[in-house]
Each structure stands twice: as structure tokens, then as C-alpha cells.
């Protein structure tokens, strides 16, 4: 059974920096394709940055040139680590596996950022 848990959210102010780990158990980790996605209230899940199993990352152009996505295969975690946060970037943030850059089945219970003075 695949087990997705996130951590690291929190109250931070503008302009401040957070890291956010997914780890991950019942599944070969370093083959699945790992996300981050987010949803604030009212509005959609978005997507935030991807990372495939080879390390290739892809990110959102709202989080292009703020966040780094990573993985530690023998940790079996993901982590999503942004910077210079704005209040937009309130949501409870989620991660996702799957076996392609698509969003896959497997989904964390979400993390809550945020980001207020």
C-alpha cells in the first residue's frame, strides 16, 4: 500500500523560505515520478514542480526561479524547498507518485503553508 507523508509546512512571513519533505513507503520510490501540487482556498489543485525518477525537474512559471524540488532515493523522500514566499503562495500543498510527468494516482494528505506578516 503507497503511503505519501508531508511535512514541513507552516506560518512563514513574506519573503521568507520553507522545505517541504514527502516521504514515501509501499512502493520502489526511485522509479516513480514525484510531484508537488497546491490548493488555496476557493480555487483548483495547481501544479507546482515535478521531478522524474532520472532527476529531471520542471516547475511552474509561479514557482520558477523560487523553488527547488529534489529527491534522496535512499530516503525515499521528495522535497520541495521555496523561497522569497508571498501570501499567493498560501495552500495546502500536496505530493503526488507516479510513473509519468502526469499527476499519478498517489497523493499525500497535504501540508498547509502559509504565508502571511
Known amino acids: 500500500q503507497v503511503k505519501l507523508v508531508e511535512s514541513g509546512g507552516g506560518l512563514v512571513q513574506p519573503g521568507g523560505s520553507l522545505r517541504l519533505s514527502c516521504t514515501a513507503s509501499?512502493?520502489?520510490?526511485?522509479?516513480?515520478?514525484m510531484g508537488w501540487y497546491r490548493q488555496a482556498p476557493g480555487k483548483q489543485r495547481e501544479w507546482v514542480a515535478t521531478?522524474?525518477?532520472?532527476?529531471?525537474?520542471n516547475y511552474a512559471d509561479s514557482m520558477k526561479g523560487r523553488g527547488t524540488i529534489s529527491r534522496d532515493n535512499a530516503k525515499n523522500t521528495v522535497y520541495l524547498e521555496m523561497n522569497r514566499l508571498k501570501p499567493e503562495d498560501t495552500a495546502v500543498y500536496y505530493c503526488?507518485?507516479?510513473?509519468?510527468?502526469?499527476?499519478?494516482?498517489?497523493w499525500g494528505q497535504g501540508t498547509q503553508v502559509t504565508v502571511s506578516s
Open positions: 503526488n507518485a507516479g510513473r509519468t510527468i502526469a499527476a499519478g494516482p498517489y
Open positions: 521531478i522524474t525518477s532520472g532527476g529531471s525537474t
Open positions: 509501499g512502493m520502489i520510490f526511485s522509479i516513480y515520478t
